[in-house]
Nanobody, 115 residues
Framework: VQLQASGGGLVQAGGSLRLSCDAS????????MGWYRQGPGKERELVAA???????NFADSVKGRFTISRDSAKRTVYLQMNALKPEDTAVYYC??????????WGQGTLVTVSS
């Protein structure tokens, strides 16, 4: 299983970005796909996740600003980030959890929010 993340960049505070994560490889089902981030000097944290059934989960810090969605046909998960804040600056990683609990990670994409 391979994950390719894209969509990061530099944006001013209050702006928006959409991250995409394309999953490829030989698998028929997955348990969930999600986005994590790791800011400077911080530990990696969950941002948002979506199950194969469409249930979503968000970190409190992004609720109401970020949305997560998936295109099952394309095996793609999206993270729409609105009202970005400087504290959202981080490397964003996507992951996928398989039915057997195996986890795979993408390479990360940098999001920088300027004040």
């Amino acid at each position: 299983v391979q994950l390719q993340a894209s969509g990061g960049g530099l944006v001013q505070a209050g702006g928006s970005l959409r991250l995409s994560c394309d999953a490829s490889g030989r698998f028929l089902r997955f348990r969930s796909m999600g986005w994590y981030r790791q800011g400077p000097g911080k530990e990696r944290e969950l941002v948002a996740a979506i199950t194969s059934g469409g249930d979503t989960n968000f970190a409190d810090s992004v609720k109401g600003r970020f949305t997560i969605s998936r295109d099952s046909a394309k095996r793609t998960v999206y993270l729409q980030m609105n009202a970005l804040k400087p504290e959202d600056t981080a490397v964003y990683y996507c992951n996928i959890e398989m039915p057997n609990s195996s986890l795979y990670w993408g390479q990360g994409t940098l999001v920088t929010v300027s004040s």
